[in-house]
């Protein structure tokens, strides 16, 4: 009961973790290596608004989230579509960004233990006798929310359209009249917005560190290979997969296997299966 | 309506089209016949502006370089700089070869993305023409697109293609690989939709012979360059060109 309780709240966090990075890898198959720096940049202007400017906590949190937005589309647009089309540029940007701002942060004095994030509601309650805090419930209400809001989205929309006429084939897109650079910086700019989202949900978890930044990062790229790239809804389900991998090693092994489970899951995708899940490698076949 | 003057392309040092000059005025149906290589889907990429980003994709991956000289005119402005999405908005659209549709999306969704540039209520009216237009569409609207057949992926194309609202159509190949009932369905929708959408079509072809009947002025490309241009009669008078172009052999005498 234990493991599928916390399971499913570690699934839900690593689903709230890679959205935002499979959204952006969908639309604009660009590999976004600056999506944990923008996990824990959002965390601190989150804390910079709450205790320095002593804003409200919600309207602090919808400010950060903004913010994050277009700090997004504004990397999309200054830098990475400089680079687009060309893969391993466009990994050595992003990640160069990414080390900045973590750097820049630690660098501008945000280190140690001492950011936290208040939890939104205090306090704890019991299922089956299991001790689970709100915050904790409140992820997986918000989590599976957003899963289907982001369904919604994509399917009934004309900006969410679009997005999926982009992920399929750009160019058949472009010739409906879909501008691919406009839809891949509001990809960014909603990733980068998932990004915010899972890190005001999950940082009054813990503590804000910037080394954090790199963890998201990798289980973000681990969730999105085993459910295949490119591949929303395979990346929810990856989630799933390892979200309980890494609970039931924390239970049987020790939990500083956790970080293992990731990449070993990572290693044994690209050897057995390099499409993942439900990647977009194994297509129809074009019938003529 | 839409012209280009003087168009060439280049691919490295290879002449992919050789100062064309191409025109389809309102209302008309024009048609490029000639056989592979000979620069039909060139041409199209170029009127649509894809070829702008095609160049513009390989010149980042530094692959091959390509060189664009002429002039596409629509409405007597110059477009040539255009991208593809600002050319669709003023209502050029391109239905490419080999469909191109959204394969993992319903046969529904796909238009509903091709929507993307209409308002909502020409959405609801384009949506009602195209399933009048193709019924069998209407029965299928579920199925998603990568498991249609062939010919029901090519009226899903032109459908979507519809729902962009465009003003010239441009058709790439239609009836590639299709069976000659499809073949006459699709050329009797493209008539359909000049006539009732009031839509300039051009259309590209290998074979003259299913497309003849419907186009108002053709072109015939070889190697690049337009060798022969005239109206439908023109055309059809000329003993080259059946034997080429309509597979009517006959004796010269």
């Known amino acids: ?288 | 309506m839409l012209e280009a003057k003087g168009l060439m392309v280049f691919y490295e040092n290879m002449l992919a089209l050789n100062n064309i000059d191409i025109k389809c005025e309102a209302g008309q149906i024009v048609g490029v016949f000639g056989a592979n290589s000979a620069g039909k889907s060139t041409l199209m990429y170029t009127l649509s502006g894809i070829m702008q980003d095609i160049k513009k994709k390989e010149e980042m991956s530094g692959g091959e370089r390509i060189t664009v000289m002429g002039e596409v005119k629509y409405q007597n402005e110059t477009i040539t700089d255009l991208k593809p999405s600002q050319r669709a908005r003023k209502g050029i659209v391109l239905c490419p070869e080999r469909r191109r549709i959204f394969s993992e999306s319903s046969v529904l969704e796909n238009l509903k993305i091709g929507a993307y540039l209409a308002t909502r209520s020409q959405a609801k009216y384009t949506l009602e023409y195209v399933f009048k237009l193709f019924p069998a569409l209407e029965k299928l609207k579920k199925r998603i697109g990568g498991f249609l057949s062939g010919g029901e992926q090519q009226m899903l194309a032109i459908g979507r293609a519809l729902m962009a609202q465009p003003k010239v159509l441009l058709l790439d190949e239609p009836l590639l690989g299709l069976s000659p009932l499809m073949q006459a369905t699709l050329i009797l929708a493209t008539r359909e939709i000049r006539d009732e959408m009031n839509i300039s079509i051009i259309i590209t072809e290998q074979y003259a012979r299913p497309v003849m009947p419907i186009v108002d002025y053709a072109f015939i490309l070889e190697n690049g360059s337009a060798v022969m241009e005239g109206t439908k009669e023109e055309l059809m008078d000329n003993r080259d060109i059946r034997a080429a172009y309509f597979g009517v052999e006959e004796s010269y005498t």
Not at chain 1, 258 to 263: C, D, E, G, S
Request: hydrophobic share 60%.
């Open chain 1, 1 to 288: 009961m234990e493991i599928l309780i916390y399971g499913t709240i570690n699934s839900v966090a690593l689903a709230l973790y890679a959205l935002g990075f499979a959204m952006v890898y969908g639309v604009s198959r660009l590999p976004n290596f600056a999506h944990g720096a923008l996990y824990v940049l959002s965390g601190f202007i989150t804390w910079s608004f709450l205790n320095s400017l002593g804003l409200n906590y919600l309207i602090s949190i919808l400010l950060a989230m903004l913010a994050t937005g277009l700090i997004g589309a504004l990397i999309y647009q200054f830098v990475l579509i400089r680079v687009r089309g060309m893969e391993i540029s466009e990994i050595m940007a992003s990640y160069a960004i990414g080390l900045a701002i973590l750097e820049g942060l630690r660098w501008g004095g945000f280190k140690g233990m001492t950011y936290t994030l208040p939890a939104f509601i205090s306090g704890s309650t019991e299922i089956a006798g299991i001790p689970v805090d709100y915050q904790r419930l409140l992820v997986v209400g918000i989590g599976i929310a957003v899963v289907g809001l982001l369904w919604l989205f994509t399917r009934y929309t004309r900006i969410g359209l679009a997005l999926r006429g982009m992920a399929q084939d750009e160019r058949a897109a472009m010739m409906l009249g879909i501008d691919s650079d406009l839809m891949a910086v509001t990809a960014m700019g909603f990733g980068s917005m998932l990004a915010a989202l899972a890190a005001v949900l999950l940082l009054p978890l813990g503590n804000i560190v910037v080394e954090s930044g790199y963890n998201i990062l990798i289980l973000a790229i681990a969730v999105c290979i085993v459910g295949g790239l490119g591949s929303w809804m395979g990346a929810v389900l990856a989630a799933f997969l390892i979200g309980f991998a890494q609970i039931l090693t924390v239970v049987y092994l020790g939990s500083h296997f956790q970080m293992v489970v990731a990449l070993a899951a990572i290693i044994l995708t690209l050897i057995i299966k390099p499409s993942g899940l439900f990647g977009r490698q194994k297509e129809l076949e074009e019938r003529v």
